[in-house]
């Protein structure tokens, strides 16, 4: 089934107070700028797995340890049936979903869930984004988050050239997993109920593609079959949890805002297009597997509220770029980690919650 939310939804949550006194079982207990419980319930104990995570685990202590002296990731204690309790979150995309994780690296692990590199890994704008918050923050579960998203991607290089040859397609991702752990070995024994499999892809597509001539509509229908051919390499491999993610107006980034009215009209119609296409395709995949279980997150919808009143969300206007926590754009093309902080409690909090962590 598709699952959608309108973005006020997300207005009224972030305007309740905190009510709960102790963090459950696998919830979030410490870490820097942490406000919410501190102490686990019964059974549990907040056990440090970095400078900015700390998370209720199985245990009878009651103190909280001190954060490792070194910013490099602990070494992992997990045993086989530890690494069992865990759920899996394979992510692909582009810039704004990337971390730095490489495959060859330490694999997420008890103590350090991105595994590599050092939290929050190498974002676009230097901060935490949206796979860091619902992987240390906005989930209810012990979480491994494989991030095989790469900056510049687009779906398949022989349809939109990357910026540099060197970038890594979804099609490069996706090969990537099915090489590495989609046989489900030993130290990632993930299942078809305990994954899911996220996709945000098509921004750079567009961003390269939209002022070219010829039907954008054929051509947006010529990426997403390349997209849901990868799709279904991930279903035979067997995942059965699908959360995609539409394109965000990016036509209103500061980026494309110093281009003329017309640039960035057509590019909007075209990112509306292939967002209508895009939700037929996951409907259509659905219907054609069985076991299926999917999840859209609508960022255009999520953007365009921000961006429509920016204040009434912390931001001072749409336009500005840089540092600072009331800026929304932490560059001209990527917004802010206090951005993406917005979308990870949006995709943890209420698109996920509940039905898959």
Same mark, same amino acid.
């Given at each position: 089934?598709?699952?959608?939310?309108?973005?006020?939804?997300?207005?009224?949550?972030?305007?309740?107070?905190?009510?709960?006194?102790?963090?459950?079982?696998?919830?979030?207990?410490?870490?820097?700028?942490?406000?919410?419980?501190?102490?686990?319930?019964?059974?549990?104990?907040?056990?440090?797995?970095?400078?900015?995570?700390?998370?209720?685990?199985?245990?009878?202590?009651?103190?909280?340890?001190?954060?490792?002296?070194?910013?490099?990731?602990?070494?992992?204690?997990?045993?086989?049936?530890?690494? !069992?309790?865990?759920?899996?979150?394979?992510?692909?995309?582009?810039?704004?979903?990337?971390?730095?994780?490489?495959?060859?690296?330490?694999?997420?692990?008890?103590?350090?869930?991105?595994?590599?590199?050092?939290?929050?890994?190498?974002?676009?704008?230097?901060?935490?984004?949206?796979?860091?918050?619902?992987?240390?923050?906005?989930?209810?579960?012990?979480?491994?988050?494989?991030?095989?998203?790469?900056?510049?991607?687009?779906?398949?290089?022989?349809?939109?050239?990357?910026?540099?040859?060197?970038?890594?397609?979804?099609?490069?991702?996706?090969?990537?997993?099915?090489?590495?752990?989609?046989?489900?070995?030993?130290?990632?024994?993930?299942?078809?109920?305990?994954?899911?499999?996220?996709?945000?892809?098509?921004?750079?597509?567009?961003?390269?593609?939209?002022?070219?001539?010829?039907?954008?509509?054929?051509?947006?229908?010529?990426?997403?079959?390349?997209?849901? !051919?990868?799709?279904?390499?991930?279903?035979?491999?067997?995942?059965?949890?699908?959360?995609?993610?539409?394109?965000?107006?990016?036509?209103?980034?500061?980026?494309?805002?110093?281009?003329?009215?017309?640039?960035?009209?057509?590019?909007?119609?075209?990112?509306?297009?292939?967002?209508?296409?895009?939700?037929?395709?996951?409907?259509?995949?659905?219907?054609?597997?069985?076991?299926?279980?999917?999840?859209?997150?609508?960022?255009?919808?999520?953007?365009?509220?921000?961006?429509?009143?920016?204040?009434?969300?912390?931001?001072?206007?749409?336009?500005?770029?840089?540092?600072?926590?009331?800026?929304?754009?932490?560059?001209?093309?990527?917004?802010?980690?206090?951005?993406?902080?917005?979308?990870?409690?949006?995709?943890?909090?209420?698109?996920?919650?509940?039905?898959?962590?």
């Amino acid at each position: 089934m598709a699952f959608s939310t309108k973005f006020s939804a997300l207005a009224a949550i972030l305007a309740l107070p905190c009510v709960l006194a102790q963090a459950p079982l696998y919830g979030q207990c410490g870490g820097n700028g942490w406000t919410g419980p501190t102490t686990c319930v019964a059974g549990a104990v907040c056990n440090v797995q970095n400078e900015w995570y700390s998370q209720c685990v199985p245990g009878t202590a009651t103190t909280t340890t001190r954060p490792p002296t070194s910013s490099a990731p602990a070494p992992t204690t997990t045993s086989p049936s530890g690494s !069992a309790k865990a759920n899996y979150w394979f992510s692909f995309g582009d810039s704004y979903t990337q971390s730095g994780f490489s495959p060859s690296g330490t694999l997420p692990n008890d103590r350090n869930p991105f595994g590599n590199p050092d939290y929050p890994g190498w974002t676009a704008t230097g901060g935490e984004n949206w796979v860091g918050y619902v992987t240390t923050k906005y989930n209810n579960s012990l979480l491994y988050t494989y991030n095989y998203a790469y900056g510049g991607a687009t779906i398949d290089a022989n349809l939109v050239t990357p910026y540099t040859p060197t970038v890594l397609s979804l099609t490069d991702q996706v090969n990537q997993f099915l090489s590495t752990v989609a046989n489900k070995p030993a130290s990632t024994p993930w299942t078809s109920a305990n994954a899911l499999f996220s996709i945000w892809i098509g921004i750079n597509d567009i961003g390269n593609s939209f002022y070219q001539s010829g039907d954008r509509g054929a051509f947006s229908d010529t990426l997403l079959n390349a997209e849901f !051919a990868l799709v279904q390499k991930l279903y035979n491999a067997g995942a059965r949890n699908f959360l995609f993610v539409n394109v965000p107006c990016i036509d209103r980034s500061p980026l494309m805002l110093a281009q003329p009215q017309s640039s960035r009209d057509l590019e909007k119609s075209v990112i509306s297009g292939f967002n209508s296409r895009l939700t037929a395709k996951v409907n259509a995949f659905k219907s054609a597997n069985s076991g299926v279980k999917t999840w859209m997150w609508d960022s255009n919808a999520q953007f365009t509220t921000i961006l429509n009143s920016p204040a009434t969300y912390g931001f001072k206007d749409a336009t500005s770029y840089g540092s600072g926590s009331n800026i929304f754009w932490g560059n001209d093309y990527h917004p802010s980690s206090y951005a993406h902080k917005f979308f990870g409690e949006q995709v943890g909090k209420t698109v996920l919650s509940g039905t898959i962590w």
